[in-house]
């Protein structure tokens, strides 16, 4: 048994390395998320039961260990360089002029990198083993963030044939979706957003929990290979080589440039397409190629000669505060929006950027007819950064005492930034809950945009989420933009949204902290839209990650008559409200699937089946190279054999129970 379950541990490691590198540094996965995630599963339920097997650079190491009292710090191998800038073409070429007169006519070349936005690591290996990670720091002194780190999927916790010691030095970022999504889930948890994937990164890899960590996706993308604070290759361009056969992610977006005139091109072809791009860069990296010439051209006091960070131009522009107006969301939420002078930013024209609230008005001092500098970051609403100067007539702004659209009532919550519309007639709020219902992710109502929406509320042809089902085509056909085609097209995605699964009408309802993540913990917990309805606040904090303020919003939601009513008008209209019970997860066996054969000594098949399947697990008919577990007992027959022959682990009956955890 313990060699066996040796040799599954290691064919498990060996596969789930693979899969990582196909999904994280390739991108290219063979495999499911459920089924990767099975496989992890299995591997983390044998390590539990054979401690002794446990190694640092298995797999189930990435999840995130306890959390830290703090950092230790440590010295480098070499100093964390920073590299001198280039603001535009002429200092560019400036650069390479030196270079040239310092080389003395020889011929060199540039290796031109994009030069992602995150924050820069070092990362040690022994013996092909990930053993530690230092955050640059001052350039001398770094974090040790060896933990964190290790969450990092792109980040190979073990090579193949690299020297017996080695440093890679690289850039952990997070990407544009993963920000977002980040921020999404702040937003719904009521927590101040991040203002750009750059300080996410950060924030999150110096972070004392590393299950945080794991939680946020970072990224990991290599540009140095250093043996004792040294360059390992003759070249850069062959240590990025080097790296990338070594199963690092290496961007691929480089190249080789014989001169100035190429790099210069490398410059400007990528901030054309740098919004393209589904992480941010903030400009090109150029180093000299031959590492005997970069130690020929050596360093400054403060920077090598021999490289040169090319800068984009920063993506904040100057403007003037033409007007701060109020929108109201579908919570009844007021957020004053300034309305600016349109100005282009980075090859995108704004004009408006959001203020947040009455608060961040107050911390930055604006008033209408200043001068400010917006800043836009990754696809994000742009916002004001600070007042540039004040305006000569400026007038401060008040935010309103009634909702600018119904006039009704507005109230602000103690501990909360926000004035909202408490009428829940509020037309505005009835245009938010519609479109928020239709978007993509929730209800994926095609056609049903703004300017529909808008008519829509104004000829009153909507005065509830749910009267969308009762569209008859005639009523749409009047409306302005709107043909007879147009009009068959929108009724039959509205009608086929009908078939979307509970999480996303749970989502579509638009509880106030109940966003697409909330929504599916809560279907797969309960099942279905009645047993929610019904839930206290103390049931509801059975479901993970529900705490007192999202249990309190689905609680008093689901006590207004007219949430109610909107609940039962959706019922009829056909929506999904129910679904199977996602198997609860966290149970000893989760993920893990069984085949019984023979006969047990003190349960009947059923009753192990439906142990099993209580703690989580599956139990299927036949072995399979996928099967974790074959439960053998008395006369066992071909399952067996079949078993023996695949290598699938088997065990008896006490085997079981001591998975069950008796
Ligand atoms: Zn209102």
Not at 290 to 315: C, D, E
Not at 532 to 555: C, H, N, T, W, Y
Request: hydrophobic content about 40%; proline content about 5%; aromatic content about 6%.
């Amino acid at each position: 048994m313990g060699t066996e379950a040796k040799k599954r541990i290691e064919t498990l490691r060996d596969e789930l390395r693979r899969h990582e590198y196909l999904y994280y540094v390739l991108d290219q996965p063979e495999i499911s998320d459920a089924e990767y995630d099975a496989l992890m599963r299995e591997l983390k339920q044998l390590e539990t039961g054979h401690p002794e097997l446990a190694s640092p650079d298995s797999p189930t190491q990435r999840v995130g260990g306890a959390p830290r009292e703090g950092f230790v710090k440590v010295r480098h191998s070499s100093p964390m360089l920073s590299l001198d800038n280039a603001l535009n073409e002429g200092e560019l070429r400036d650069f390479d002029r030196r270079v040239r007169e310092l080389l003395g006519g020889a011929e060199y070349r540039y290796v031109a990198e994009l030069k992602m936005d995150g924050l820069s690591m070092a990362a040690h290996y022994r013996d092909g083993v990930f053993v530690q990670a230092i955050t640059r720091g001052d350039g001398e002194v770094g974090e040790d963030v060896t933990e964190n780190a290790r969450t990092i999927r792109s980040l190979p916790l073990r090579v193949k044939d690299g020297p017996p010691l080695f440093e890679v030095r690289g850039e952990v970022i997070l990407n544009r979706k993963a920000f977002e999504r980040l921020n999404l889930e702040r937003d719904e948890q009521g927590l101040k957003q991040f203002a750009n994937p750059r300080n996410a990164a950060a924030g999150s890899l110096r972070i004392l929990e590393p299950s945080v960590t794991a939680s946020r996706r970072l990224d990991y993308y290599p540009y140095f290979l250093l043996v004792n604070g040294e360059p390992y290759c003759k070249t850069h361009w062959e240590s990025l080589d080097t790296l990338q056969a070594l199963g690092f992610k290496v961007n691929p977006k480089r190249r080789l440039c014989a001169g100035v005139e190429e790099l210069v091109a490398f410059c400007q072809e990528w901030e054309a397409q740098r919004e393209e791009l589904p992480y941010e860069i903030d400009g090109v990296v150029a180093k000299v190629d031959s590492i005997a010439q970069q130690r020929a051209l050596g360093w400054t006091a403060k920077a090598p000669r021999w490289a040169i960070a090319f800068k984009y131009p920063a993506r904040q522009e100057a403007t003037v505060v033409e007007n701060i107006e109020v929108q109201v969301g579908r919570t009844g939420a007021l957020t004053p929006v300034a309305h600016l002078k349109p100005v282009n930013v980075g090859g995108v024209t704004v004009s408006r950027a959001t203020l947040h609230n009455e608060d961040e008005i107050a911390r930055l001092g604006v008033e209408i007819g200043d001068t400010v500098i917006i800043e836009r970051s990754g696809d994000v609403i742009p916002k004001v950064v600070r007042v540039k100067s004040p305006g000569a007539d400026r007038r401060p702004f008040r935010m309103p005492e009634t909702c600018p659209v119904c006039g009704g009532h507005v109230v602000r919550e103690e501990g909360e930034a926000a004035r909202r519309c408490i009428n829940t007639n509020c037309p505005a709020r009835l245009r938010e809950s519609i479109l928020h219902f239709a978007s993509r992710g929730v209800m994926d109502i095609d056609g049903m945009g703004e300017a529909l929406v808008d008519q829509l509320v104004a000829g009153k042809l909507v005065q509830s989420v749910a009267d969308i089902y009762n569209f008859k085509r005639e009523q749409l056909v009047d409306l302005e933009h709107m043909g007879r085609k147009s009009a068959d097209k929108l009724l039959a995605n509205i009608d086929a949204s009908r078939r979307e699964p509970l999480p996303r009408v749970i989502c579509a309802l638009g509880i106030r902290f109940v966003g697409e993540r909330t929504a599916e913990i809560l279907a797969n917990t309960f099942g279905g839209l009645d047993k929610i309805r019904k839930a206290d606040i103390e049931a509801l904090q059975q479901a993970e990650e529900v705490g007192p303020k999202v249990a309190q919003s689905i609680v008093e939601f689901f006590g207004e008559e007219r949430n109610l009513k909107l609940v039962e008008r959706l019922r009829e209209a056909g929506l999904q409200f129910e679904q199977e019970v996602r198997r609860k997860t966290g149970g000893a066996l989760t993920g893990l699937t069984f085949v019984l054969t023979g006969t047990l000594p003190s349960m009947t098949r059923e009753q192990a089946t439906e142990r099993i399947e209580a703690a989580g697990g599956k139990v299927t008919g036949s072995v399979s190279k996928k099967t974790s577990y074959v439960v053998a007992g008395a006369e066992a027959g071909s399952k067996l054999q079949k078993a023996k022959s695949l290598g699938v682990p088997v065990i008896d009956e006490v085997g079981l129970l001591r998975l069950l955890g008796e």
